[in-house]
């Protein structure tokens, strides 16, 4: 395949990812106003609309449910290989030369829970686990009334401590969630992705309310060769492009051509060239199914999860392999990683200085000041190494 072809199919992907959803940002600024002006009032009246359900509590908790014992050992499977993953990744406080970097949990976290076409036990459960080991106090699910009536996301939420189950989903939850309600109080920050609407008063709310990230449509890149086996591979693209027809699915074949249903099928002449090419992408999942899969994915660096040999699907990452499946999407594995437990810490610094230390390094602070233009910032070390003197 030609490299101008390849450069092509790759504008026509950064074109589909980058179109403006000027409906979704604008019904979302509506929820946004809805919300902010009204309250719970407007959030019903969005449930009525959209649910075509009415509701007088909008908040609830879980209710003690018994769930078929196979389905129940599953989620406990999953909870407990997720636990086991990112139990390592909490970050610790430290000192250094009186000064203290501090790290402290999120008073209040919220967790959309998509619950449109399906009910995403996986997702409640891939941001819970880390939020629960960062210590966070307070977790709040934000879901659909359908979701919500289910006896397995009360299960997961009992499970996993969490008290509060809010029936709203779409723009309106998370506008809920981000501003506060009569019912809801505001959470400090939001996880976990949903449709257009949902993205989009995310990325509105940025500074109202923390976000991990706006989450797009499901990714996935295929590395083969002539040894993949092609049925593996078809699997693959057809599991992750069963989140919907916005999905992209991409299969980069090394030196061959391999007949697979895919958004983008794409040939290269040399494992250099597939990991350039994927790295450019910068896709939410990479499943390597050509020879050499554990020296390809060292070399990768653009992608959110990374799935090696035939025995590894994308699906598996998807409940119960461990590692989370709330991934950078929209190329922007580049910047944003994964989901995980310092997404539910906040960092602060601590100063307490000496007399002796501020005067062995004040009059360098005082020159940069005065350099930038800053005359009372360099006087207020002054006054100290001054008084000091």
Not at 73 to 88: L, M, N, Q
Not at 156 to 163: E, H, K, P, Q, V
Not at 198 to 205: G, M, P
Request: negative net charge; glycine residues 8%.
């Amino acid at each position: 395949m030609r490299s101008d072809e390849i450069d092509l199919a790759l504008l026509e992907l950064a074109s589909r990812r980058g179109a403006s959803n000027d409906n979704a940002m604008r019904v979302a600024a509506e929820m946004i106003a809805g919300v902010r002006a009204r309250g719970d009032a407007f959030v019903r009246e969005q449930i009525a609309r959209f649910d075509g359900v009415t509701l007088d509590e909008i908040l609830i908790t879980p209710r003690d449910v018994s769930i078929d014992p196979a389905m129940r050992d599953a989620i406990e499977t999953a909870i407990e290989r997720i636990e086991a993953f990112h139990r390592p990744q909490l970050p610790e406080s430290y000192r250094w030369e009186g000064m203290q970097h501090r790290v402290r949990p999120l008073r209040r976290a919220g967790i959309y829970a998509p619950g449109g076409r399906a009910v995403y036990l996986s997702t409640l459960i891939m941001c819970a686990v880390p939020a629960r080991i960062a210590g966070v106090r307070e977790l709040v699910v934000i879901t659909t009334p359908a979701a919500a009536a289910r006896d397995e996301l009360h299960y997961a939420c009992s499970r996993l401590g969490i008290t509060a189950i809010y029936r709203c989903g779409g723009a309106a939850g998370i506008a809920a969630a981000a501003l506060g309600t009569d019912s809801l109080k505001r959470v400090d920050k939001i996880v976990g992705p949903g449709n257009q609407y949902v993205t989009a008063a995310k990325a509105q709310l940025v500074g109202t309310v923390g976000i991990d990230m706006t989450a797009g449509p499901t990714e996935l890149v295929v590395i083969a060769d002539a040894s993949s086996d092609v049925t593996l591979i078809q699997a693959d693209l057809d599991a992750q492009a069963e989140h919907g027809e916005d999905s992209a699915v991409i299969c980069i074949s090394i030196g061959t051509h391999l007949d697979v249903r895919a958004t983008l099928n794409l040939e290269v002449s040399s494992a250099d060239d597939a990991v350039a090419l994927a790295d450019r992408i910068a896709p939410e999942h990479v499943s390597i199914h050509a020879r050499g899969a554990a020296e390809i994915a060292e070399r990768l660096e653009n992608c959110g999860a990374i799935f090696c040999g035939p025995f590894s699907p994308v699906a598996a990452g998807d409940y119960v392999a461990g590692p989370n499946h709330v991934l950078p999407t929209g190329g922007s594995a580049r910047f944003f990683s994964p989901l995980g437990v310092y997404d539910f810490v906040k960092r602060s610094n601590v100063i307490t200085m000496t007399a002796e230390e501020l005067a062995e390094i004040g009059e360098a602070g005082e020159r940069i000041a005065n350099f930038e233009g800053l005359p009372k910032h360099a006087a207020s070390i002054a006054a100290r190494r001054n008084h000091v003197a």
